[in-house]
């Protein structure tokens, strides 16, 4: 048999094989769990290796140390199916076992592989978006979709989610308008797509259009704020164009309502989002109050994840610095230095060493006021920082606390006024802009 994009499968089973799109259709549009729907997969064929790959994939893909257990036991379980799978089956095993591993670089050029061949499988297209990003590898977040995005033809129904993707891609290159032209062309094909709609709010932020952004998120609120996996994220982007009219209350609001809650902060990829908002505020003065020991609290009970991702390891650290939990920060620091140390086969080594660790330091001087070596460890790493993961949007937390630093004391000042020229022409409207301007004393 073969798929809705002609992509040969090992099953016979119609049931079998409508389930496991139904699945694929969830991990690329955010829409609702897929793991019901692999099941039904596994249960109409339980010789299919499929389900077991989409089940991998899927816990795999939320980077949450907790579910690597699980996406183990499925491609434990998809192996002694490999020897009646297609080759292209197979070839999915075997990227996602790298991946696995934590040898995301490598997983991506397995998957690479399989679009060469099958520039319509959208399951390793998918998996390597999003470990591209994890890698904060923006030329294949463009490249990578746009080698195989021709071979689409515009009336296949998950066509308008691939070019959501090339959208994002294109917005982490810096190519504005060819983003948000290809995020509209998406959502006219496919206005239930919050990829596309996530990556014209990126667009907005980085060019500082917040009105246009709250009233482009706002307007389809209904397509991404229910039963949605981006919808945290978005709530997020959200409070983020609050934060550039400086309208703090607003953002606040957002967090109590959408950011704060039980579900909202349930894994590290939603959690981030709500320090990332608390320590903008706090850097513009704004006291998170009991907040941040809530974050807290959670980021203790997971002190075991420590080290299998930089990137989340940041957030961690953030947390409990707000909670002006200092020991706990630096006992975490502790603990991703030795799992850096010990890790080799693991691509978070690199981006631990490279990037998180320094920006971790850094974090922890400018908690304790030693402003000036807080810099001068930070700013060295602003230049790399993409290579621990993350979008533009998220990792100007960093240029954040360096304007915050430079605008407190008066030895780097002319680095803070460097740093707001870059901002100006970017974003040169924006109130806080505008408020950087006023701490460094630039007229």
Partial sequence: MRDQRGLPVSTPSQ???????????????FYGDPLADIDAAAQADSSWILPSLLRGAFLLSVTEPAWINDARSALSQAEPLAAQATERERAHLAALRACAEGRWQRAGALWDAILVEHPRDLLALANAHLFDFYRGDARNLRQRVARVLPEWPRDDALWPYVLGMYAFGLEECNLHAPAEAAGRAALDAEPRGPWAIHAVAHVMEMQGRHDEGTQWLETRRDRWSIDNGLGVHLWWHSALFCLERMDHQGALELYDQNLGDDAAQSI???????????????????????????????????????????????????????????????????????????????????????????????????????????????????AVAHRFGGSHAQ????????????????????????LLNERRLAKPVTGLTAHWATRLGVV
């Avoid at 049931?15 to 549009?29: G, I, N």
């Avoid at 990792?395 to 430079?406: N, V």
Wanted: aromatic content about 6%; charged content about 25%; proline content about 2%.
């Fill in 395 to 418: 990792r100007d937390l960093i240029d954040q606390t360096l304007l915050a630093a430079c605008a407190s004391g008066s030895r780097h000042r002319s680095l803070g006024r460097a």
């Fill in 268 to 382: 590290h990829l939603l959690r981030l989002d709500a320090v990332a908002l608390l320590w903008r505020l706090r850097l513009l003065g704004i006291d998170g109050g009991g907040r941040w020991q809530g974050l807290a609290r959670r980021y203790a009970a997971a002190r075991e994840d420590t080290g299998y991702y930089a990137f989340n390891d940041l957030f961690a650290l953030l947390a409990f610095v707000g909670a002006a939990d200092l020991e706990q920060a630096r006992s975490l620091l502790a603990d991703a230095e030795r799992r850096a140390a010990l890790d080799t086969g693991a691509d978070n080594r690199a981006m631990a060493h490279e990037v998180g660790l320094p920006l971790m330091r850094g974090l922890l001087l400018f908690a304790t006021g030693q402003l000036d070596a807080a810099i001068e460890l930070m700013l060295p790493v602003r």
């Fill in 15 to 29: 049931p079998a094989l409508d389930a496991a799109e139904k699945a694929l259709w969830r991990m690329v549009s």
